[in-house]
């Protein structure tokens, strides 16, 4: 897109009072370039998250316990897989390729959520993912549903009301696991103290480190801090996990009276950046594999194309 | 690696009809090889959950639209015509059916 033409102030200043009146902003509008550069970023984030995040899941499939899970989890998958081309979709309206995205992903230049590079090592982190990641990523995501620019809102719209039923059938499971016999028992609560910290640290670096927050809330495309998205996402997964009866691996967990919020020590803000950096766990992994299926699915995609040049110019003879 | 200089499928918009007695309603977008795998796509990336009974795709570099420049002289024009709504017209509450 030919931005830099016309960043002339005024038209910035009525942009900014446009959004900042709740405004919303479509595809073919004028925007600034931050603006588009802002939201591309973010959404072809998401996106790649959604895609990567197959991976930690998909890895149970073929061993989920019954038919009944394993037809949950594969449509849960398959969500997945849907949320990302949602988003890419809304993404490539900002004027990027899909392409272009697929290629920072696979040159490691574009980011993905930190929390799929933790590696899903008993049947039991399938539940914890669903309760816990997805319930973070729902905290994170509902107010996005708002946000000013158009397409994004409503994939988001589309988002979330899927999500739901990932959250509900991976908190259902933790409850069978937590009802279970006492190894089932053992397994849901060594899946929450393992998925506990990554998922609390899902929402980004504290308020007062975090870089994109002032400008994006100007914006209204974040409407929420980290750090209140965090605190939402405590008070409710507190309550549920007494709900299953399993324990929050944080001994400084405790509750205020006076602010009516459950208090967390300290989250370890090294290893978080350790893992966006890419040592963590399974980051070559999942980016190993997403490339793999990438170039193993070229014939597909060239033979797509052929197929349908083919079936075009015997359309086109027999009209001729 | 290759994947930049791969020739991309082309872009599609989709829409949906929800159910009968509906129009068609703008869902998304995909990429596909042709318009029948765009409807084969559409068919699992936006109903998924029963939102549809049937399907338009439409190459999206086929859809000729309003620059949105020109949304003042195009749309301008009817904000001052209130005589087109009913509410411009005075006529005495006990006045029924009108």
Redesign the interface.
């Given at each position: 897109m030919p931005e830099a033409i016309d960043e002339d102030p005024g038209r910035r200043s009525r942009f900014d009072a446009h959004v900042a009146a709740e405004g919303k902003v479509?595809p073919?509008?004028?925007m600034p370039a931050d603006y588009r550069k802002t939201l591309v970023r973010q959404i072809s984030q998401h996106a790649h998250s959604e895609i990567i995040g197959m991976q930690p899941e998909g890895n149970w499939i073929t061993r989920a316990p019954s038919l009944r899970r394993k037809c949950i989890l594969i449509?849960k998958v398959?969500?997945e897989a849907?949320h990302g081309?949602?988003l890419y979709?809304?993404a490539?309206?900002l004027g990027t390729?899909?392409?272009?995205m697929?290629?920072d992903l696979?040159?490691g230049k574009a980011k993905y959520s930190s929390i799929f590079n933790y590696p899903t090592l008993t049947w039991a982190d399938v539940g914890a993912i669903g309760w816990l990641v997805d319930g973070a990523a729902i905290t994170n995501q509902i107010p996005l549903c708002r946000c000013s620019y158009g397409?994004y809102a409503?994939?988001m719209v589309r988002v979330c009301k899927?999500e739901s039923f990932h959250q509900r059938q991976g908190f259902e499971l933790m409850m069978a696991l937590s009802k279970g016999t006492p190894v089932q028992r053992r397994m849901a609560q060594d899946a929450l103290n393992r998925w506990w910290w990554p998922s609390v640290a899902m929402f980004g670096p504290s308020d007062k480190d975090s870089v994109h927050g002032a400008q994006s809330a100007a914006w209204r495309i974040k409407r929420f801090s980290n750090d209140e998205l965090r605190q939402r996402f405590i008070d409710m997964t507190v309550k549920q996990a007494q709900a299953l009866g399993l324990t929050i691996p944080d001994p400084d967990l405790k509750f205020n009276k006076e602010t009516g919020h459950w208090e967390i020590g300290a989250i370890d803000w090294d290893e978080f950046w350790r893992v966006v950096k890419g040592d963590g766990p399974c980051n070559r992994q999942r980016m190993a594999h997403r490339?793999k299926a990438?170039?193993d699915g070229?014939w597909v995609?060239?033979a797509?194309?052929a197929?349908?040049a083919k079936?075009?110019a015997r359309a086109e003879k027999k009209v001729a | 690696m290759t994947m930049t200089s791969e020739r991309d499928w082309p872009l599609y918009e989709v829409f949906i009809r929800s159910r009968q007695g509906l129009s068609h309603v703008h869902a998304g977008s995909l990429h596909a090889a042709d318009a029948r795998m765009a409807i084969e796509n559409a068919r699992d990336v936006y109903t998924r959950r029963g939102e549809g009974t049937s399907i338009w795709v439409v190459r999206s570099d086929l859809i000729t639209a309003s620059a949105p420049e020109d949304k003042g002289e195009m749309f301008d024009p009817a904000d001052n015509k209130v005589y087109r709504h009913p509410t411009f017209y005075d006529i005495p509450d006990d006045v029924e059916c009108l």
């Open positions: 479509e073919q509008d004028w449509a398959q969500d849907g081309l949602y979709s809304a490539e309206t390729s899909r392409q272009q697929e290629a696979l040159a397409p409503r994939a899927e490339r990438h170039e070229a995609r060239a797509a194309l197929h349908a079936a075009r | -």
